[in-house]
């Protein structure tokens, strides 16, 4: 209950209420265009409103508190075409399904996921709470596309969506899967590869054995990625590992 409270106190910024108002236009759009039932609605809804608390939030206990910066602004349209693929995957369980606009808005989320962090290199706004964001928004969209896919391969593609918070949960008792990990490109390309084969697999495009195949290989990739940067982590915990030197990053970070 205090943790719901601590929510509910904050008053929402105004980039998160600037959010919350370009989420719901979005709806209104889906709605005008494609058409949402109860369950897209109250799926944005929910959406919504967590994502101005938990941004709300974030930006109020942020050390060092800036601006919010363009890079972040990048994060948070990504983050409005998120709450549009998660009403659509809720209105596709209800029986109406919009693959093509499904398609659309994870397709240019997943172009904007490229765009934000060169803003941030950029314009010299890189910061810890815009790292955090993005992989928030990252972490959330392969879950509701692992949800989406999971309706036609099987339940076990939700291990990909589940990966990440169940190295959060990890990370209670061993607190030192919350350290810092060096910057890698492997990761980078593990963690990208994964939105993409769910795309290609919820849109249809390939055939049912090629999309089983493609997330196999895919989970495959991501248990190896989370896999070494977990024995990296044990390795520095047991003093046996180099350094983190220059930026660095957490598995286990959360809003």
Known sequence: MALINSY???SPRPEALAGAVG???????LDMTAGLGAA?????AVFTVAT???LTRALDTATPSGPFGPANSVTLCRTTLIGGVTALVAESFAGAPHTAALAILTSVALV?????GRVARRTGTGSALGARFDMEADAFLILVLSVQVAASLGAWVLLIGAMRYVFVAGARPLP???GPLPPSTARKTVAALQGIVLLVAASGLAPPAVSAAL????LALL???????????????????EPVVGPACSRAAEF
Request: charged share 15%.
């Open 112 to 116: 904007l996921d490229a765009v934000d």
């Open 176 to 178: 030192w899967l919350n």
């Open 23 to 29: 989420q719901t236009a979005l709806l209104l759009l």
């Open 8 to 10: 509910v106190t904050l």
């Open 52 to 54: 101005c608390a938990l």
């Open 215 to 218: 997330v196999t290989g895919a």
């Open 223 to 241: 248990v190896w990625s989370f896999g070494r940067d977990a024995a990296g982590l044990r390795r520095a915990r047991n003093g046996e590992g």
């Open 40 to 44: 897209a609605w109250l799926a944005g």
